[in-house]
T-cell receptor, first 113, second 111 residues
Framework: NAGVTQTPKFQVLKTGQSMTLQCAQD?????MYWYRQDPGMGLRLIYY???????DKGEVPNGYNVSRLNKREFSLRLESAAPSQTSVYFC????????????FGSGTQLSVL | QKEVEQNSGPLSVPEGAIASLNCTYS??????FFWYRQYSGKSPELIMS????GDKEDGRFTAQLNKASQYVSLLIRDSQPSDSATYLC???????????FGQGTELSVKP
């Protein structure tokens, strides 16, 4: 039972580099989410996708783009990484019937130097 | 005002005591409330949900909701060292159905 799988687990970037965080779920969930977590800040929603083909901004979307490739996959792209984007990134999914019941991936620790 | 606020802690309680974690929220129209537990270096996991005013019990955990006061709490009875974690309060906001988290309260249960 894989659940929600995120790759990579760790990444170090230089300022200005780009990268894509990958997320896939095998629970046939409609909704998928990207959060970032910084010390003392809790989890902040970056983008979410309520269903295949739709995406919406969350609390902190600036500097990020997303793609809902299909029902299983939801990727997060940093086009030009900045030190302020150093964080732990979590992907999550839910079946949509109760958007508060999220299943999280194991996270990606990203450092931007 | 932050949309979901928690005492940042850390909260330290002795083993066997009751731990009380508190959360306030700003959107009066919110209807759904959740508590997640996050062990250090791990991802959050859902432990409780509550939708109606009053108390909801699940084992040693009790969630309490007071919509008039815009307040939700989590009580952990007979606290164990294995309960040491960060507890995140989360609220579904009326607009757009997004799940918004508080900053989390770190709980430490001392043997």
């Amino acid at each position: 039972n894989a659940g929600v799988t995120q790759t990579p687990k760790f990444q170090v970037l230089k300022t200005g580099q780009s990268m894509t965080l990958q997320c896939a779920q095998d629970m046939n969930h409609n909704s998928m989410y990207w959060y970032r977590q910084d010390p003392g800040m809790g989890l902040r929603l970056i983008y979410y996708s309520a269903s295949e083909g739709t995406t919406d901004k969350g609390e902190v979307p600036n500097g990020y783009n997303v793609s809902r490739l299909n029902k299983r996959e939801f990727s997060l792209r940093l086009e030009s990484a900045a030190p302020s984007q150093t964080s732990v990134y979590f992907c999550a999914s839910s079946d949509g019937t109760d958007p508060g019941k999220l299943f999280f991936g194991s996270g990606t620790q990203l450092s931007v130097l | 005002q932050k949309e979901v606020e928690q005492n940042s802690g850390p909260l330290s309680v002795p083993e066997g005591a009751i731990a009380s974690l508190n959360c306030t929220y700003s959107d009066r129209g919110s209807q759904s409330f959740f508590w997640y537990r996050q062990y250090s270096g791990k991802s959050p996991e859902l432990i409780m949900s509550i939708y109606s005013n009053g108390d909801k019990e699940d084992g040693r955990f009790t969630a309490q909701l007071n919509k008039a006061s815009q307040y939700v709490s989590l009580l952990i009875r007979d606290s164990q060292p294995s309960d040491s974690a960060t507890y995140l309060c989360a609220v579904i906001y009326n607009q757009g159905g997004k799940l918004i988290f508080g900053q989390g309260t770190e709980l430490s249960v001392k043997p």
